[in-house]
T-cell receptor, first 114, second 113 residues
Framework: GAVVSQHPSRVICKSGTSVKIECRSLDFQATTMFWYRQFPKKSLMLMATSNEGSKATYEQGVEKDKFLINHASLTLSTLTVTSAHPEDSSFYIC??????????FGPGTRLTVL | DAKTTQPPSMDCAEGRAANLPCNHSTISGNEYVYWYRQIHSQGPQYIIH???NNETNEMASLIITEDRKSSTLILPHATLRDTAVYYCIVRVGGGNAGNMLTFGGGTRLMVKP
């Protein structure tokens, strides 16, 4: 149980395009999902907290217009990187909280912007 | 959330127990100790968590000192697949979904044959 999936696992795109990453909780409902970013050899950095049916809460320094988050249902949250640039290349990881407030993480999405 | 201190790296022989320490001297009464691990290029994996009692599951055991200022994660029989970065995180938990996790540097455990 407690499986979180992400799609795609890897994406390469041209500079200026937008990329959507999906995060799904497969066997539980998650009122809260989180999006993290991880640069090589660094720890995970929280980008935003996503609550079902409401606007996401972004961490300081994270541009909400650049990283659009939608949490349309209790099992799905999406992160859209708009007008991606090479500096947005990173490993993006989502997590979902179950009713006992334990976070389970997705496998991550590696984004490369050329 | 309380800050945690972990050694940056540890080695362990395959088949032996791996004991990963964590200091959290400023932990509050309502904060839990969570352990996650991250294998290279994968998302973090939940291992175990506890409040004040020792906990055990199919993956590991968590030993929390009586004063709750430190804890130890024990992998009873380490395998090569346990090589990963292990994160000890302290935060409010247990019933209020939505509490964030703050990741520190973790301990890079290398299990050697």
């Amino acid at each position: 149980g407690a499986v979180v999936s992400q799609h795609p696992s890897r994406v390469i795109c041209k500079s200026g395009t937008s990329v959507k990453i999906e995060c799904r909780s497969l066997d539980f409902q998650a009122t809260t999902m989180f999006w993290y970013r991880q640069f090589p050899k660094k720890s995970l950095m929280l980008m935003a907290t996503s609550n079902e049916g409401s606007k996401a809460t972004y961490e300081q320094g994270v541009e909400k217009d650049k990283f659009l988050i939608n949490h349309a249902s209790l099992t799905l949250s999406t992160l859209t990187v708009t007008s991606a640039h090479p500096e947005d290349s990173s490993f993006y990881i989502c997590s979902a909280s179950d009713l006992k407030d334990t976070q389970y993480f997705g496998p991550g999405t590696r984004l490369t912007v050329l | 959330d309380a800050k945690t201190t972990q050694p940056p790296s540890m080695d362990c022989a395959e088949g032996r127990a791996a004991n990963l320490p964590c200091n959290h001297s400023t932990i509050s009464g309502n904060e839990y100790v969570y352990w996650y691990r991250q294998i290279h290029s994968q998302g973090p994996q939940y291992i175990i968590h506890g409040l004040k009692n020792n906990e055990t599951n199919e993956m590991a055991s968590l030993i929390i000192t009586e004063d709750r200022k430190s804890s130890t994660l024990i992998l009873p029989h380490a395998t090569l697949r346990d090589t990963a970065v292990y994160y000890c995180i302290v935060r409010v938990g247990g019933g209020n979904a939505g509490n964030m996790l703050t990741f520190g540097g973790g301990t890079r455990l290398m299990v050697k044959p």
